[in-house]
C-alpha cells in the first residue's frame, strides 16, 4: 500500500526556518506530481506548492513566493519544503500529497491528488 509520511514539523519563532520532509513507501512516485498543502485552525485547507514529476516545474501560493522551496529526490522517493522567513500565517498542518495522474502538468487543486499523508503540525509564534 503506497504511503506518503511528512516529518521535519515543530514550534519556532517568526523568522525562523524549518524544513519538511515526505517520504514515499509502497510505490515509485518519481514521475507524479507532487504537492505540499496545509490547514489552518477554522480554515479549508489550501495548495502551498508544487513539483512536476522529475522537478523540472515548480509552482507556489502567492503567500509563500520567495520564502518557501519545493524539491525532490527521486532516487530516495522524498520530497522536501524549504520554509525560510517564516510568519505567524503559516501556521497549520501541513500535508504532502501526489497526483498520480499528473507527470508534467502541474496543478493546486486538492481533488487532484489521490495520495495523502497524515500531515506534520508547523506551529509559528513568539
Known amino acids: 500500500q503506497a504511503q506518503l509520511v511528512e516529518s521535519g514539523g515543530g514550534l519556532v519563532q517568526p523568522g525562523d526556518s524549518l524544513r519538511l520532509s515526505c517520504a514515499a513507501s509502497g510505490r515509485t512516485f518519481s514521475s507524479s506530481t507532487m504537492g505540499w498543502f496545509r490547514q489552518a485552525p477554522g480554515k479549508e485547507r489550501e495548495f502551498v506548492a508544487g513539483i512536476s514529476g522529475f522537478g523540472c516545474r515548480t509552482a507556489y501560493a502567492d503567500s509563500v513566493k520567495g520564502r518557501f522551496t519545493i524539491s525532490r529526490d527521486n532516487a530516495k522517493n522524498t520530497v522536501h519544503l524549504q520554509m525560510n522567513s517564516l510568519k505567524p500565517d503559516d501556521t497549520g498542518v501541513y500535508y504532502c500529497?501526489?497526483?498520480?495522474?499528473?507527470?508534467?502538468?502541474?496543478?493546486?487543486?486538492?481533488?487532484?491528488?489521490?495520495?495523502w499523508g497524515q500531515g506534520t503540525q508547523v506551529t509559528v509564534s513568539s
Open positions: 500529497a501526489a497526483a498520480s495522474n499528473y507527470r508534467a502538468l502541474l496543478t493546486s487543486r486538492n481533488d487532484d491528488y489521490d495520495y
